[in-house]
């Protein structure tokens, strides 16, 4: 499949919240959100758009990097100070991140990956057990 990365990065996160989700949502035909993480060196706010899933109200996210041997920046981030922000569409909350284990973790890795089926394949390219990441709202 050829990704459509004319929405990406600092610019996905803009047109996001400027629109309320209108623009940026649905990123190649999947459900992303907005997931603000705390800088664990700078103490900065830290926007990152992720593909996600619903897991009975909770969030769901990966933390591939597309396979890379390393973690991605906002999972070492919100693993310092798993307190985040999260934005679905227009619906902005707060929520405490935690890595799911064991049985969980392969029920939301399956969840995950028949929204994305590419995260298997992210998973063959690295030796690092890519983290799965539940979202646990605090407010609504």
């Not at 400027?18 to 060196?41: C, D, F, K, S």
């Amino acid at each position: 499949m050829e990704l459509d990365l004319s929405l990406f990065g600092a610019e996905h996160v803009r047109r996001y919240r400027e629109t309320g989700g209108a623009e940026g949502y649905l990123w190649n035909g999947v459900p992303t959100l907005i997931l603000t993480t705390t800088g664990r060196r700078s103490g900065l706010p830290r926007d990152t758009p992720l593909i996600y899933g619903d897991d009975g109200g909770t969030g769901v996210v990966i933390a591939s990097q597309g396979g890379a041997p390393t973690h991605p920046q906002w999972y070492l981030n919100l693993v310092a100070d798993p307190q985040v922000r999260v934005q679905v569409e227009a619906d902005r909350y707060t929520a405490v991140a935690r890595t799911a284990e064991g049985a969980e973790r392969e029920r939301l890795w399956r969840l995950m990956a028949a929204v994305w089926p590419s995260y298997d394949v992210y998973q063959q390219r690295t030796d690092r057990i890519i983290p799965v990441v539940a979202l646990e709202r605090t407010t609504r």
